[in-house]
């Protein structure tokens, strides 16, 4: 499967480049810096140049030819608001827009977790999860896209389990590497199509839990 990762160079779409590669797959990173391009050379993956600013038709361009595209792209804690509306709201429109414009229909977003439910919105990041709940209604009901959400809650750094839970979830956190397995994992799961994935560290196997999905 030929794949493009939009927001590779973030820590997620590090561990899903790596993890594609690893598995066998034809997977390009997108990335928005030239100097951001060593880390994936040291591993042999391929990069492109992603402008999240720019024209879904210039984006289509680079999309041409791929089976899926990750998107996994955000603004940063560091940037402000204004950032968060145009590379986490309007950037991943964008991507979905020229996901259709280049004819690719396997798209996987990964979300927050309870981005959809505003009550359960954290209030110090209530902008981020704005831009989330619009980009992914968006995903859901503009387009027609095979799509995937996969909505993570708290990130950690801590080494990953390799098991998840996606059901009857309170809160919680998961290990980066995780939610990349996870997100790897859906693109050989077609129940996963069309579905909106809460994850947190659980007690069953990733293929398992997205079996049962």
Do not use: C
């Not at 779409?13 to 928005?32: F, H, N, P, T, W």
């Not at 439910?117 to 095979?146: H, Q, S, V």
């Not at 996606?166 to 994992?185: H, L, P």
């Amino acid at each position: 499967m030929k794949v493009f990762v939009i927001g590779a160079n973030g820590n997620v779409g590090r561990l899903i480049s790596k993890q594609l590669s690893e598995k066998g797959e034809d997977v390009v990173a997108g990335i928005r810096k030239p100097e951001q391009a060593a880390f994936f050379d040291d591993l042999h993956i391929k990069t492109a140049h992603v402008d999240l600013l720019g024209r879904p038709e210039e984006l289509g361009v680079t999309l041409d030819g791929f089976d899926a595209i990750i998107f996994t792209a955000g603004s940063g804690g560091k940037t402000g608001d204004d950032m968060t509306l145009l590379i986490d709201l309007d950037g991943a429109v964008k991507s979905m827009q020229a996901a259709q414009i280049a004819g690719v229909k396997r798209y996987v977003m990964v979300s927050a977790l309870w981005a959809e439910d505003r009550n359960r919105w954290n209030d110090a990041i209530r902008p981020y999860y704005a831009a989330k709940f619009y980009a992914d209604e968006w995903l859901r009901y503009r387009t027609d896209l095979d799509y995937t959400i996969v909505e993570p809650g708290a990130l950690t750094f801590d080494e990953g389990t390799g098991k998840i839970n996606t059901a009857g979830i309170e809160g919680g956190s998961i290990a980066r590497e995780d939610v990349a397995s996870t997100v790897v994992a859906t693109l050989d799961q077609p129940k996963t199509i069309n579905k909106t994935i809460p994850v947190v560290t659980g007690e069953t196997p990733i293929s398992e839990a997205l079996k049962n999905i």
